[in-house]
């Protein structure tokens, strides 16, 4: 059984729905399990709904209705005949408009996974709908039936023994049911706590959910179809020399993708690499072309420098004001300072009374922390800065990606340099 996801821009519209069934078909024998995002960039509308929720604003029903009519028309286009049932795709708006209804509680974090996982649930349905209808038998499951969590909502944990025992009791009654080869579509980004709410995996989370379900049923292969030809070892808007990385292992991927490359979400790896399941990135536009090929051989990770980018970063740094040493002192109260808000450490450093750490900027979380620390820290910070991160890295492209900028931090290990950069 293989595991196949596709992402917003995948479904972002009829043509490439269309284009969803017709890779579904290059795989007659296959037993699948597909897992799909919201359409386009209906999560980011889903958001914007939560806001105007949340705000009691009045536009709330006109971000609603904009939503129905945007998921409606892909409905109309795909041309879906007649007697199929939609009963599902209605039945989930009319739970979003209900949900909608309800008064405004006091967690946003639980508000948002209420709402904001609806554009799985529907995009799931319509998508099931339309390839059943186009002769691909399937089941829809509902995910919070599959992937059981934690209630750290937005950013929520995985309970893996449950939800391997979930997944895999689901998949075997399916497999009971049907007797030709078993397609099962399915939600990413979601999951349900053990009081039956919603959940989701943090944005981009759908690459985790399929890594989480692949994990579980022991799946041969998982592949993430993508409008990009592979893991490229730049991103092809800045860098048009960009070129994809053909065989990577789980280590450089997972590397590449925390520190910023967008192409797999930064979780996936760990469950398959556990498992040993080899992961395929692939063009839903070529679906013929080799694309990445990530898994345990580490032979190819060297061959060609990669270059990441992280913007919008801010460089923080935190000197106490007694002079008293950082790291005898100081660092595990910084440090739980920072998993208060949940923040994230991209790259830091110490001195002897200073820490410095790059992290992403968000103007919520720096308050929080020039609040935390003002007392016994003199804090200083940079902004917008950008972190750069160079795999496998040679003194060329150091230079290249060096033009017109100015380094404020520079680490270096054997196979990688970070640098936080500002312009000038
Ligand atoms: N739809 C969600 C998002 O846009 C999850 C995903 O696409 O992976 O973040
Ligand atoms: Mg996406």
Redesign the pocket.
């Known amino acids: 059984m293989k595991v196949f996801k596709f992402?917003?821009a995948s479904v972002k519209n009829a043509a490439a729905v269309e284009n969803v069934a017709r890779i579904l078909k290059m795989f007659p024998k296959e037993n699948l399990v597909v897992v799909v995002?919201?359409m386009g960039k209906?999560?980011?509308a889903l958001e914007a709904l939560v806001d105007a929720y949340m705000q009691g604003q009045l536009e709330m029903m006109q971000r609603f209705s904009e939503i129905e009519s945007f998921h409606r028309e892909i409905v109309a286009n795909l041309g879906i005949p007649a007697g199929v049932s939609l009963e599902r795709v209605d039945k989930l708006f009319a739970e979003l408009k209900n949900r909608l209804e309800k008064p405004v509680s006091d967690n946003y974090d639980y508000d948002y996974d209420q709402i904001v996982g609806f554009?799985?649930l529907i995009s799931a349905a319509i998508i099931s709908v339309y390839i059943g209808a186009s002769g691909l038998e399937n089941t829809w499951c509902d995910a919070r039936d599959l992937v059981r969590t934690d209630n750290s909502y937005r950013e929520a944990r995985v309970k893996w023994e449950k939800t391997e025992s979930l997944v895999r009791k689901k998949w075997d009654h399916i497999k009971q049911a049907g007797s030709r080869r078993v397609i099962m579509v399915t939600q990413?980004?979601i999951g349900h706590t053990d009081e039956r709410n919603t959940t989701?995996l943090?944005?981009?989370?759908?690459?985790f959910?399929a890594a989480i379900l692949a994990y579980a049923l022991n799946a041969e292969s998982v592949t993430i179809w993508k409008d990009v030809p592979g893991m490229l070892n730049a991103d092809p808007k800045y860098f048009s020399d960009a070129v994809v990385l053909r065989r990577i292992s789980y280590r450089e991927a997972i590397e590449l993708a925390y520190y910023g490359a967008t192409v797999i979400?930064p979780k996936t790896i760990k469950p398959l690499q556990n498992k040993n399941i080899p992961l395929f990135v692939k063009s839903f536009l070529n679906p013929g072309e080799e694309g990445t090929t990530i898994g345990s051989s580490t032979f190819s990770d060297s061959l060609i420098p990669s270059y990441i980018f992280k913007v919008n970063q801010v460089l923080i740094s935190i000197t106490p004001r007694d002079f008293s040493f950082v790291a005898e002192e100081n660092l595990s109260e910084l440090f739980s300072i920072f998993a208060k808000d949940n923040v994230k450490i991209n790259l830091m450093q110490n001195s002897a009374i200073n820490f410095s750490v790059c992290i992403d900027y968000n103007q919520k979380k720096l308050d929080h922390i020039l609040a935390a620390c003002h007392e016994k820290y003199e804090v200083l910070y940079n902004l917008p800065c950008e972190l750069v991160t160079i795999r496998h890295y040679d003194q060329e492209t150091i230079s290249r990606l060096l033009i017109g900028k100015k380094v404020l931090v520079e680490q270096r290990s054997r196979s990688t340099v970070w640098m936080v950069l500002v312009e000038g």
């Open positions: 992402g917003g995002s919201a209906m999560t980011n554009g799985e990413g980004f989701t943090g944005r981009e989370g759908s690459d959910s979400h």
